[in-house]
């Protein structure tokens, strides 16, 4: 254990380094369809220790699904985490009950909202939060489908700004960080399902800079086995989240590599900028090559996936700083 303890240091010291550069924290919205999958109980883990160091600033959390309790579990593990952060979902939807986890997180685990009715509006979220911050400033990571970017995009002007959806993400937009599609090409669920009309209409809209993980990107990277189920107490949501998806049998990283992303920029993947995405009307993807694009790139593998791994495990246990 302390070999292993040893090398997470020493990853752990690349991290810092890699984050150092960046400066100020980053002002995260996260964008999630926390119900089917774990992973992105491992993104909303790694945020707040990216938190709790002053690397991010949790803005708040959209949460796109229609699963009942989803928005009550990120709830529960933002008040595991001592934080009290707006959540936003999609109002008068059908709800459902799915999620192999949800439920028992928000049944076992304090939380602030009674409800999903509780939660504000996704769009007036969105926009009352981008329109507060300073220009330029704020990092979108979507870790699910993209209904609610939609929506924003498509909004119009209310109390909160005069600008309609497009002019406000551009005024105040850095980044959207992506785990979408498949590269160079392929049909990833966040694209395809349930609302690929939203991803066609996100791509032809979006006024800024989009860097996609592709699915491919986080399948090489397991983490949420054995050594989470190790490092974290009992009593923590995201222990019990990956022991009642899995019982810590280990899980691909798609959404944590957008997160990890976005907050080290180059240092862990190359990026991919030699063209374009097209997302076809059933939400499939591909990359047309063309000139260097300023404006969309996707990760391609620099780092070797399990390295990747270690510094997500070690994020999403609250390890940043080799303290140990
Ligand atoms: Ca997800």
Redesign the pocket.
Known sequence: MKIKFLFIALTIFVLSTSFSAIGQPVRVILD???DS?V??VG?IAMLHTLANNKVVTILGVIVTSDDKYAPTCVDAINHYFKRNIPIGVQKNIQLKEFSKYTKQISEEFSHKLRSYEDADDATELYRKILSSQPDKSVTIIT??HLTNLSLLLNSKPDKYSPLIGTELVEKKVKLWSC?GGQFPEGKEA?FYRPDPQSTVNCLEKWPGKVVFSGWETGNKVITGGTYLSKMLPEKSPVRRAYQLYNDFKGRQS??QTSVLFAVSSAAYWDLKNDGYCVIEKDGSNHWIPGPANPKQAYLAEKVNPAEIAKIIDALMTGIYTPEF
Do not use: F, H, L, S
Request: glycine content about 8%; proline content about 0%; cysteine-free.
């Open positions: 999630t369809d926390i999958d992973d992105d993104a870790i699910g785990m966040n798609w959404d």
